[in-house]
């Protein structure tokens, strides 16, 4: 098994919030991570649009997950997220987060989050630090 799939295991193992969402994980990789989930009824807010809350979370999860993929455990340091648009129930959301800079103590990430037409929902920026411990032995 490569290592990048143990890492993915160990992370997934006890994330009950992941699995609360329906995040399923499609690609993950050394400084990236792809991932979708679908709007339900339960992530709404009181406009009958997605909660805010719910589109930051799937990008802090494409986030957690790229920045811990090289297997160092990282904590967020700093996350900044512009939404664009709304998103309904029923709509899948795909979110792409990407590596901008790794360096001793911090690294730096880009995640944007699309519904199923490709459309833009939100761009978030992400800032991580490196605890040096080991995310599995």
């Known amino acids: 098994m490569a290592e990048t799939d143990l890492i993915l ?3 997934l193992a006890k994330d009950n919030f992941s699995k609360w969402m329906g995040i399923v994980v499609d690609e993950f990789k050394e400084g990236y991570c792809r991932l979708h989930y ?12 997605v909660h805010g809350g719910i589109i930051f979370s799937g990008a802090d ?3 957690a997950f790229a920045c811990n993929s090289q297997g160092i455990l990282s904590v967020a340091l700093d996350a900044h997220i512009t939404f664009i648009r709304a998103a ?6 795909t979110v792409e987060a990407s590596e901008i800079h790794t360096g001793n103590k911090t690294s730096f ?4 989050t699309t519904n199923e037409n490709g459309d833009t929902v939100s761009v978030f920026k992400g800032t991580a630090y490196r605890t040096g411990k ?4």
């Open 134 to 137: 080991k995310i599995y032995e």
């Open 9 to 11: 295991q160990a992370m």
């Open 88 to 93: 309904k129930p029923g709509a899948v959301m």
């Open 38 to 49: 679908t709007i339900t009824e339960d992530m709404l807010n009181g406009f009958d649009i």
């Open 109 to 112: 990430y880009n995640v944007t």
């Open 61 to 63: 999860s494409a986030f």
